[in-house]
């Protein structure tokens, strides 16, 4: 459940390892991250070489195990492996006609998505080890049936950052810290860490994260690669480990816009298991890639939220600067600025933890309850399972996050309130009050500033970010690599109304064909520079 330090504070307000990573300065002297052949192709490029014959999914499965066995023990980006990925790959180069655009492509998960073989589903959590569900999520359903290959699950940050109010980005008891690969004293930023480090480092085509609020796109910022964060309801959430549902997306993240548009189109679709998918009707498209024009800023109407989005940090101001620049280059009209109305209430709203108390606590221990298997059946027997635990469990991490949920007590009226509240405040008052008035296709503001150092005991600092306004209103959210900072990454974001997935997609695509800035990661050691 990520959360922004200010919604973090009103929570606490409201309420007044087995693979433990070492110390951060034994690191490794080297990163043995040398590029191979196949690193950076895109999906296009590797299905070319796959139908004229130079490559099958079985090598190209086995070079990203490889790549993983490799250079993964620096990152701790890659929760686990699927044992049977070799095997899925031989049967799927053994069926001849080609699925879809992802046949024989390997994709990375999250380990908040449930998969019916032989690998655990977690949220990283010790308490949820051997769990192994019998039926596939949606999300991975949809994956396989379009060919993909399932490599494995990504580490996140426990419980998706609901573990605690100090939040450790990419910190889980399984599977340890995530490290950014651009500099390994990094911050790798928010839950869905492991899937942006791992996609960034080419350990997998892509991968899939979860975004609450940050989740997809802060990560996405942090490690120079694509992510995005769709409408809630447009792909379904069924067998996926639930954080606020009202806020939940799953969605792809990539090197490129055009792989994350291949990766969009094959998750869409009403989900049985998702009443929220019901209003996705006529709105999702199966081909997002018909959308991509390298000139589709020309004539577009971007705005720039100055307020609250701009001024946490200079760096990803300059960087923006430069991205606006580029936009009005290409023939977009800017229209600057363009403030959200409620851009400083949504940061802080009260009603906002209330929101996140009755869904996280509703849907943690219902799933608990429903969860094959020996482990915790409820909120409360998984904190006594980490206090029991608290070698590996709590080494670094407190519980409190759980702890305040657990203790605090909402209810519905006060909920349905609540989260009333949310959406007037973010979409008719807020997002969608400063697209109409303005005639606007889309804001643009950086996605949050260059990754701050990892600090374990401590927890993560967080100078500001453009998550908060579409995730209460629980609309899209697209971040592009931006620039660098003394080498570390910063995002931008495009942010629009519900269902204007295809629009962001094209300006973002346009956008990154202009401004091309993104670059392979470095693997700096913490010692070295800045």
Known sequence: MDRTNATRRSVLALGTAAAATPLLGAVPAQAHAAAGELDELGITELRRRMDDGRLDAERLTRYYLERIERIDPLLHAVIEVNPDALREARRLDAEGNRRGPLHGIPILLKDLVETADRMHTTAGSLALEGLRPTAD???????????????????????AGGMSLTHHAGWSARGGQTRNPYKLDRSPNESSSGAAVAAAANLCVAGIGTETNGSIIDPASANSVVGVKPTVGLVGRGGVIPGVPSQDSVGPIARTVRDAAILLG?????????????????????????????GGLRGARIG????????YSHHADEIAERAIATLREAGATVVDPADIPTAEQLEDLPSSPAVQVYE?????NSYLAGARGDHPRSLAELIAFNRAHADRELRYVRQDGLE?????????????EALATNHRLSRAEGIDAVLRRFRLDALVMPTTGPPAKIDLIRGDSHGGGASTPAALAGYPAISVPAGFAFGLPVGLTFMGTAWSE?????????YEQAGRVRRPPTYRPADVGF
């Open 137 to 159: 999520a949606t999300v991975a359903a949809r994956l396989r049936a379009a060919g993909a290959v399932i490599l494995g699950k990504t580490n996140l940050s426990e419980w």
């Open 266 to 294: 094959a998750l869409v679709g009403v989900d049985g298991r998702d009443p929220a998918t019901e209003a996705s009707r006529g709105h999702f498209h199966r081909d997002y890639t018909r959308f991509l024009d390298a």
């Open 304 to 311: 720039v939220p100055r307020a609250v989005y701009f001024g």
């Open 360 to 364: 996280f606590k509703r849907g943690l």
């Open 404 to 416: 305040t949920v657990h203790e605090l007590h909402v209810t519905e009226r006060e909920y349905r």
């Open 502 to 510: 295809p629009t962001l997609l094209r300006l973002a695509y346009a």
